[in-house]
């Protein structure tokens, strides 16, 4: 609870050991659920109260646990909340891992062609930060690479990391680009080009990537498919190229780590009556960043799926996979600002008449709302109502060759049928695909949403309840640029003042097995959730590591013989709480019944 620390303190203060505190909470737990029964919540108060005071007369005395606190930190994931919180440790002083799953560091932000509400070019403000990452001193950048394994505590994990295969020798490799482009097999690029544009099967993901150099994809290169070709081996001008080249493991030894995963964009296929996928001139959002992108497929162009013809007329249908309960509930944070954005480059471009389809505008940061009343100014038409359809079925002239958005408006009541040339829908934001299985491996949670679950969503975002392990960017929850910036560096800050004190006191509240009487059975190891339970093998016992225990009971309730102790929660404590709130039951007269006479 929140307010604990405050009343030990309090208790530490006037020299008592603090864990000789027992809360009654009659707040949270009777007043606030209890509002409209108030005799039946004073009666529960009395009960709590009851059942602190028989409780704290079996509590005893505990220290903190002292653990010595590792300098280096990992970072997963190389967007830009992971790049912040790693350039903010480096800068401290200290060594940090940055792990990023794909060949080049920069995330979805690279991805983008401009950022609201500035219009900033996204690449002019990520790449030079992209570059203090790759080359800073302190950072070690372990690209196109994933964590395989967490083991250990807060202040001492060991992290294996898998190095993918690049099939180029960095120490050799120049990234003159000859590679990719003497290579003859081209592939479309569903990463970073979001299908809109085409690859070689060695390659950059794009021209600013850091590290520069190139690599193999094993699934679509001719050689490894047939046997035959190696031209990137025959131009390279440095003998970089390893065909035989195999994945490799590092096991790091880090203090802390900061999980900065990022999120999915929704994939709009699964609200099938908007077209995506069937309809060739609906476009997704990340679609339409890489088609206004200098660098994109067209060169910045907004042009229809023939690469030719501008389109004279466009919607943007807002909330795509969010605020629904059919696909996600929440809000995605970004839409409303990335729709205004699309509607100023698609006027700005080729001077379309724009229609934004929204539910709600939640322009609710710095200089959102000014932006939206920009976009206002320029002339573009606001529907407020959830699309319903879109179809290429024409009922009239004027319709034909269109897409067709049929939506009601419901500020003038009625439906209406927009005929336009060209479809963005606003996808959402959604977890990535392996969070549940991100998370089990860390030792952190995820919301009903799928998101990390953070310590406390007011007082501690930043913080998971697995001490060490800390979550930055949308990986925690839909976000948008700056706010990922500020919680990776929100992130950094929480680690530079556990590296500082060069140790962290850790609750005491652990669980413990009499050695004396364990059978070897191991169900205890099986059963902790947070792997503290190991099984010595030349002593035939399982014992408890302090550190990686997290007291939550699991062994003790699952331990057949009973010889494991929760401390805090010893068997004697918690069965004086159970009398003390049931004190009314057992000092209450037996009830009488009036029995007729016969």
């Not at 992108?293 to 799926?305: F, M, Y």
């Not at 010889?563 to 004190?583: C, N, P, S, Y």
Request: glycine residues 8%; negative net charge.
């Amino acid at each position: 609870h929140m307010h604990e620390k405050t009343f030990r303190g309090a208790c530490e203060r006037a020299g008592l050991n603090p864990y000789l505190f027992e809360m009654a909470n009659i707040r949270e737990h009777a007043s606030w659920v209890h509002p409209h029964d108030k005799d039946g919540a004073t009666d529960k108060a009395k009960a709590l109260v009851s059942a602190a005071v028989h409780r704290v007369l079996q509590q005893q005395p505990l220290e903190p646990l002292q653990v010595d606190i590792r300098p280096e930190t990992l970072v997963v994931g190389g967007g830009i909340a992971g790049i912040q919180a790693a350039l903010e440790i480096a800068d401290a002083g200290f060594p940090v891992y940055l792990v990023e799953r794909e060949p080049s560091i920069g995330g979805h932000m690279a991805q983008f062609d401009k950022t609201f509400p500035t219009l900033d070019c996204a690449a002019c403000i990520l790449t030079p930060k992209m570059f203090d990452a790759g080359a800073h001193p302190n950072i070690t950048l372990l690209t196109y690479s994933e964590v395989e394994q967490v083991d250990g505590y807060v202040g001492n994990f060991t992290v294996r990391v898998r190095r993918k295969a690049r099939h180029v020798d960095e120490s050799l490799c120049t990234g003159c680009g000859t590679c990719w482009e003497k290579c003859p097999k081209k592939v479309i690029d569903t990463v970073f080009e979001a299908g809109m544009g085409y690859r070689t099967a060695i390659y950059r993901p794009f021209p600013q990537a850091v590290p520069k150099y190139p690599v193999i994809d094993t699934e679509n290169c001719t050689y490894y498919q047939t046997g035959k070709c190696k031209i990137c081996e025959k131009f390279c001008p440095t003998e970089a190229i390893r065909f035989d080249m195999e994945d490799e493991y590092v096991d790091l030894e880090v203090g802390n780590i900061v999980l900065a995963t990022g999120y999915d964009i929704f994939d709009a296929r699964r609200i099938p009556q908007y077209g995506y996928g069937r309809l060739a001139n609906v476009f997704t959002s990340l679609e339409f960043e890489r088609l206004t992108n200098a660098a994109g497929p067209t060169e910045g162009k907004v042009v229809l799926r023939d690469g030719v013809t501008e389109p004279r007329s466009v919607a943007i249908i807002h909330c795509v996979g969010s605020r629904d309960k059919n696909t996600n509930e929440y809000c995605s944070a970004i839409c409303c600002m990335s729709s205004l954005k699309f509607d100023h480059l698609v006027m700005e471009k080729t001077g379309a008449q724009v229609y934004n389809f929204y539910i709600d505008m939640r322009p609710i940061h710095k200089g959102y709302e000014e932006f939206y009343h920009r976009i206002l100014d320029e002339g573009t038409q606001f529907i407020r109502g959830r699309v319903a359809e879109i179809t290429d079925a024409a009922h009239s002239p004027e319709e034909e060759g269109k897409l067709i958005v049929i939506a009601e408006d419901t500020l003038i009541g009625r439906q209406r049928r927009v005929p336009v040339d060209m479809v963005i829908l606003a996808a959402g934001l959604e977890p990535r695909a392996d969070a549940q299985g991100v998370a089990h491996m860390f030792g952190v949670g995820c919301g009903d949403s799928g998101f990390f679950t953070e310590r406390h969503p007011k007082l501690d975002p930043v913080a998971t309840m697995t001490e060490g392990v800390y979550i930055a960017g949308a990986c925690q929850g839909p976000k948008d640029i700056p706010d990922s910036v500020a919680q990776g560096a929100a992130a950094a800050a929480r680690i530079l003042g556990v590296i500082f004190r060069k140790q962290v006191a850790l609750e005491p509240i652990r669980a413990s097995i009499d050695e004396s009487r364990c059978s070897g059975c191991r169900i205890c190891n099986t059963m902790c959730p947070y792997n503290a339970i190991s099984f010595i093998e030349e002593l035939s016992v399982s014992r408890v590591n302090p550190a990686l225990c997290k007291g939550c009971g699991t062994c003790v309730a699952a331990c057949p013989s009973q010889i494991i102790t929760g401390a805090h929660f010893t068997f004697e404590q918690i069965m004086a709480e159970i009398d003390g709130i049931l004190v009314d039951v057992h000092t209450a007269p037996p009830e009488h019944t009036a029995v007729e006479a016969v």
